[in-house]
């Protein structure tokens, strides 16, 4: 916005404690901190290892690291939507609730996977990861 011209405020309107960077705002944060440790797998919080692409850790399976992939990419969308909805509707969403809509989207897409399904109906155990 600023290379537009348009005022803004460089905290972090998420948090309100730094500067709103990109590592700040996807692995900082303690607002998305919270959001990102409700993943059912562990999620590095260094920035560097996002921009490389180790979003997980490397000895989760690969279907523990398809279903983390969903989780991250929806977290990083909620996050990014929450923040601009921070900015230009000054609304808030708290992390909890937010926590609860992102495995309802992560949810309802493994439901349409049927691969997904197939795996649960293998071991329905799995399907409470989601939850």
């Given at each position: 916005?600023?290379?537009?011209?348009?005022?803004?405020?460089?905290?972090?309107?998420?948090?309100?404690?730094?500067?709103?960077?990109?590592?700040?705002?996807?692995?900082?944060?303690?607002?998305?901190?919270?959001?990102l440790?409700?993943?059912?797998?562990?999620?590095?919080?260094?920035?560097?290892?996002?921009?490389?692409?180790?979003?997980?850790?490397?000895?989760?399976?690969?279907?523990?690291?398809?279903?983390?992939?969903?989780f991250?990419?929806?977290?990083?969308?909620?996050?990014?939507?929450?923040?601009?909805?921070?900015?230009?509707?000054?609304?808030?969403?708290?992390p909890?609730?937010?926590?609860?809509?992102?495995?309802?989207?992560?949810?309802?897409?493994?439901?349409?996977?049927?691969?997904?399904?197939?795996?649960?109906?293998?071991?329905?155990?799995?399907?409470?990861?989601?939850?």
């Open positions: 916005m600023l290379r537009f011209g348009l005022y803004t405020d460089l905290m972090c309107v998420l948090c309100a404690t730094h500067l709103e960077t990109h590592s700040h705002l996807f692995s900082h944060c303690a607002y998305s901190r919270i959001v440790n409700a993943c059912p797998f562990k999620v590095p919080s260094i920035w560097d290892n996002f921009i490389s692409g180790r979003f997980l850790d490397a000895e989760s399976n690969d279907f523990e690291k398809h279903i983390g992939y969903l991250i990419s929806a977290v990083f969308y909620a996050i990014w939507t929450e923040r601009n909805n921070c900015i230009h509707r000054d609304t808030r969403c708290n909890s609730s937010m926590i609860i809509k992102i495995k309802q989207i992560v949810r309802e897409k493994l439901y349409s996977c049927a691969a997904f399904r197939a795996r649960i109906k293998r071991d329905p155990s799995f399907v409470a990861i989601l939850y």
